[in-house]
Nanobody, 121 residues
Framework: QVQLAESGGGLVQPGGSLRLSCAAS????????MGWYRQAPGKERELVAT???????KYADSVEGRFTISRDNARNKVYLQMSSLKPEDTAVYYC???????????????WGQGTQVTVSS
């Protein structure tokens, strides 16, 4: 069984920074895409950033230039460095892993439990 554990959320003032971390555990051989999604109250879950094992990144327009995604393939970890945070970045941030190959087979997608990020003065 594969699990994702996020950490690093919290309360930050507008203009501040936070770094989210996510670690995948289990008998994992490889993960093709790792990324972050977020869901604000009353809104649908949306993509924030993704990063393939080959290094291809994708960012939401709203975070481009402010957020940076990175990953440690060997340790099955992904990070999201968030800077110049705005109140509209307030949401629950979810870690996501896609195309996960384990000793039991292939998993399409795995989600973490989420971590709250609140941007407020």
């Amino acid at each position: 069984q594969v699990q994702l554990a996020e950490s690093g959320g919290g309360l930050v003032q507008p203009g501040g920074s936070l770094r989210l971390s996510c670690a995948a555990s289990g008998r994992i051989f490889s993960i093709y895409v790792m990324g972050w999604y977020r869901q604000a109250p009353g809104k649908e879950r949306e993509l924030v950033a993704t990063l393939t094992s080959g290094g291809t990144t994708k960012y939401a327009d709203s975070v481009e230039g402010r957020f940076t995604i990175s990953r440690d393939n060997a340790r099955n970890k992904v990070y999201l460095q968030m800077s110049s945070l705005k109140p509209e970045d307030t949401a629950v941030y979810y870690c996501n892993a896609e195309s996960v190959v384990t000793d039991s087979g292939w998993l399409g997608a795995v989600w973490g439990q989420g971590t709250q990020v609140t941007v407020s003065s």
